[in-house]
């Protein structure tokens, strides 16, 4: 592993159906991050984590919930899909000081 | 609230200038810069504090504003390799990086 690995690279899924998306990171980053991105509404944050053990909502969190038992993963949950939550899926991660943010290759969802 | 990027799309001949503005009602401390080409994950390209810096990498540079709470991106001279989306990102708070809805710029050759 190197860098950001997320699992998996894409999902089709039924309206209704749990589904958790994975992110994982070798680069020991405290701080983590889940984007979904939309065409014309760019790169919006569903949730982060600050270090491991701790979460906060983003813009858009609802529908989703996150958890950091460690410090290398970051898995998103889906409860309940909806359509409306067919989207491209980011994991990030980055140092404390957010100087910059490494993101992983994306996972496609789509919900039907 | 997310920042608010101009314009929405650029399209350039190769050898031209672009520059792509970044604008936020709330405070800014710094500003961050990333392209994604399409298909990919965006990548980091640099990161502005506060105290007015200029920042460059190879042909493409940043200035950042906080009283006016704007930064820009130029793009000199633009290579068919620029080609992506460019996405602006402010924090709204500690870990919390917000991104505005990205400038799609096209260099043709």
């Known amino acids: 592993i190197a860098g950001i690995t997320q699992a998996p690279t894409s999902q089709i899924l039924a309206a209704g159906r749990r589904m958790t998306l994975r992110c994982t990171q070798d680069?020991?980053?405290?701080?983590m991050y889940w984007y979904r991105q939309d065409l014309g509404l760019g790169l919006r944050l569903i949730h982060y984590?600050?270090?491991?053990?701790?979460?906060g909502k983003g813009e858009v969190p609802d529908g989703y919930s996150v958890s950091r038992a460690n410090t290398d993963d970051f898995p998103l949950t889906l409860a309940s899909a909806v359509p409306s939550q067919t989207s491209v899926y980011f994991c990030?991660?980055?140092?404390?000081?957010?100087?910059?943010?490494?993101f992983g290759n994306g996972t496609r969802l789509t919900v039907t | 609230q997310q920042p608010v990027q101009s314009p929405q799309a650029v399209i350039l001949r190769e050898g031209e200038d672009a520059v792509i503005n970044c604008s936020s009602s709330?405070?800014?401390?710094?500003v961050h810069w990333y392209r994604q080409k399409h298909g990919e994950a965006p990548v980091f390209l640099m990161i502005?504090?506060?105290?007015?810096e200029q920042k460059g990498h190879d042909k493409i540079s940043a200035s950042f504003n906080e009283k006016k709470q704007q930064s820009s991106l130029y793009l000199t001279a633009s290579q068919l390799s620029y080609s992506g989306t460019y996405f602006c990102?402010?924090?709204?708070?500690?870990?919390?990086?917000?991104f505005g809805q990205g400038t799609r710029l096209t260099i043709n050759p």
């Open positions: 502005l504090l506060k105290g007015g």
């Open positions: 709330k405070a800014l401390y710094s």
């Open positions: 990102g402010t924090y709204q708070g500690a870990q919390k990086l917000v």
């Open positions: 680069m020991r980053h405290n701080a």
């Open positions: 990030a991660s980055s140092d404390s000081w957010g100087r910059s943010l490494h």
């Open positions: 984590s600050n270090t491991a053990g701790t979460t």
